[in-house]
Each structure stands twice: as structure tokens, then as C-alpha cells.
T-cell receptor, first 109, second 114 residues
Framework: QQPVQSPQAVILREGEDAVINCSSSKALYSVHWYRQKHGEAPVFLMILLKGGEQKGHDKISASFNEKKQQSSLYLTASQLSYSGTYFC??????????FGTGTSLTVIP | DADVTQTPRNRITKTGKRIMLECSQT?????MYWYRQDPGLGLRLIYYSFDVKDINKGEISDGYSVSRQAQAKFSLSLESAIPNQTALYFC?????????????FGPGTRLTVL
């Protein structure tokens, strides 16, 4: 039930781009993305609804492929502040919600 | 002031003890959630409540119980704590549109069961 995220960890230099993937075995109604910095609570980034459009948040955007039950988070021109663990959360059509195990992203100067 | 508060922030207890974690919110949200976070396992939903009279089990409710005392308060209890309940616990709230909408997390409670 828990969505699978890939990669598990990634290290980038400032200015580089990254893609984080989230895949579910269940039909999805929505996909949520959160970022958690070390020692802090998760913070909401965006939600993508079935039939909805691709969302953006500053230089962070995401897509949702309903047919494949997959979502991808795109981080463009990464900044040091982007470091943290990124979680996708999936709401399936059975009204259940699960977070993925997370992707650790480290941006270095 | 924080919109979602959790007490205590840290707690060490012994196996077999009863413990309650409390969550309060001033955001006026109807929906509240309890999660636990373990390294490598992400966040797992324990219980959630869509309003004062509605309580639902999440993915890992065994060994836990909850009480929704008011719109603003949602408590999580461990009736008889065991070491594998050692984890970081988060409370979250969300507005009432959509089953699982944007969630706002509290600062977390770090619980250690010896």
C-alpha cells in the first residue's frame, strides 16, 4: 500500500536539477508532496488531483500520471535550502492515505 | 504562537506504562491526524478524525487509542507502552475540503519506551 519512492538518496551541487519519483500499486485520487528538514516537521509543498494539472511551487514542480499511478517531483536549479527529505503521500480511490519512505536530498555548494 | 502544538515534546517511559500524547490546534480545522515516524519507514498513519464524532483507524492502529475531546484537541494514548513504540510522533491537521487535503504538522513528540 505504501508508495515506492526513488531514488532513496541524491546529492546535488547548487544549480543542478533533480527528479524524485513516486509510484503506487493502487489507483490514485491524489498525490501530495512534503519536505522535511532535519529535526523539523514535514511541510506541505503541493497536491496533485486526479484529472488536475501539473502544479508548481517556486522552482519545484510536479506531475501526476494517473494511468501509471506515478508522480514525479522536479527540482530545478537547486538551492542549498532545498536540502531535506521529500515524501510523497498518496490517497487511493479507497479513501486510504499512505506516505512513501522518503528521498533524502542534499544540495552542496 | 504555533498553530499546532504537541505535548510533551520529549518523553521517556517504561514498558507497561500508560502514556498520553496531546495535540491542540488553533487553525480551526475539522480534520486531525496522528502519525509515527521511524527511520527508513517514513510517516505511518495511526488514527485520523474528520470531525469530533468521527474516528478512523489508520495503517498501524494496534496498541494505540485516540480521543477527540473537541474540534481543537486530539489525544493519542498508549495503554501499555512497549519498546517498539519508540518513535517520533506527529499530529497534523487539515481543512475540511477533500478527504486528505494539505496537512499542517505539529513539532512532534519524541517518545522512548525502555
Amino acid at each position: 500500500q505504501q508508495p515506492v519512492q526513488s531514488p532513496q538518496a541524491v546529492i546535488l551541487r547548487e544549480g543542478e536539477d533533480a527528479v524524485i519519483n513516486c509510484s503506487s500499486s493502487k489507483a490514485l485520487y491524489s498525490v501530495h508532496w512534503y519536505r522535511q528538514k532535519h529535526g523539523e516537521a514535514p511541510v506541505f509543498l503541493m497536491i496533485l488531483l486526479k484529472g488536475g494539472e501539473q502544479k508548481g511551487h517556486d522552482k519545484i514542480s510536479a506531475s501526476f500520471n494517473e494511468k501509471k499511478q506515478q508522480s514525479s517531483l522536479y527540482l530545478t536549479a537547486s538551492q542549498l535550502s532545498y536540502s531535506g527529505t521529500y515524501f510523497c503521500g498518496t490517497e487511493n480511490t479507497g479513501n486510504q492515505f499512505y506516505f512513501g519512505t522518503g528521498t533524502s536530498l542534499t544540495v552542496i555548494p | 504562537d504555533a498553530d499546532v502544538t504537541q505535548t510533551p515534546r520529549n518523553r521517556i517511559t517504561k514498558t507497561g506504562k500508560r502514556i498520553m500524547l496531546e495535540c491542540s490546534q488553533t487553525k480551526g480545522h475539522d480534520r486531525m491526524y496522528w502519525y509515527r515516524q521511524d527511520p527508513g519507514l517514513g510517516l505511518r498513519l495511526i488514527y485520523y478524525s474528520f470531525d469530533v464524532k468521527d474516528i478512523n483507524k489508520g495503517e498501524i492502529s494496534d496498541g494505540y487509542s485516540v480521543s477527540r475531546q473537541a474540534q481543537a484537541k486530539f489525544s493519542l494514548s498508549l495503554e501499555s507502552a512497549i519498546p517498539n513504540q519508540t518513535a517520533l510522533y506527529f499530529c497534523a491537521t487539515s481543512p475540511g475540503q477533500g478527504a486528505f487535503n494539505e496537512q499542517f504538522f505539529g513539532p512532534g513528540t519524541r517518545l522512548t519506551v525502555l
